[in-house]
């Protein structure tokens, strides 16, 4: 989970507002109470300033987490703090959704703005 991995390139409309949307739907980490994998989507959409997320640096640091025993809660939170630090976008939402265990879902919904 590291936010080196991450890479941006400049942003061709840095004065016009528009919202980049990316989904992951096949993101995995590992229960750090059970040992047990998590399956969920990640979606995560921001207006950039100045720059943009390289999409396959992104791809790399989702995968940084498949062994990784963490709160959906932490992921979520650390998602954002990552790419707010490496975009400086001017708004930035990272919503998590992960499938049932046990019978029960959970969503975890994080905003940032400037």
């Known amino acids: 989970m590291k936010n080196e991995i991450l890479e941006i390139f400049d942003n061709t409309y840095p004065d016009r507002d528009y919202t980049i949307e990316i989904i ?3 993101f ?5 109470k059970t040992g047990l994998p998590d399956f969920g989507t990640i979606t995560i959409r921001y207006v950039p300033d100045k720059s943009c997320v390289e999409l396959k640096s992104l791809k790399y640091y989702f995968l940084e987490y ?4 963490i709160f959906y809660e932490n992921i979520t939170n650390k ?5 707010v630090s490496v975009l400086q976008p001017r708004s930035l939402s990272v919503i998590t959704e992960w ?4 019978g ?4 975890v919904t994080v905003h940032y703005s400037v």
């Not at 995995?28 to 750090?32: G, R």
């Not at 499938?99 to 046990?102: I, L, S, T």
């Not at 029960?104 to 969503?107: K, S």
């Open 99 to 102: 499938k049932a265990r046990g």
């Open 104 to 107: 029960i879902t959970e969503t």
């Open 79 to 83: 998602i954002l703090d990552d790419l």
């Open 24 to 26: 992951n739907p096949e």
């Open 28 to 32: 995995t980490s590992v229960c750090p």
């Open 66 to 69: 498949r062994n990784a025993g």
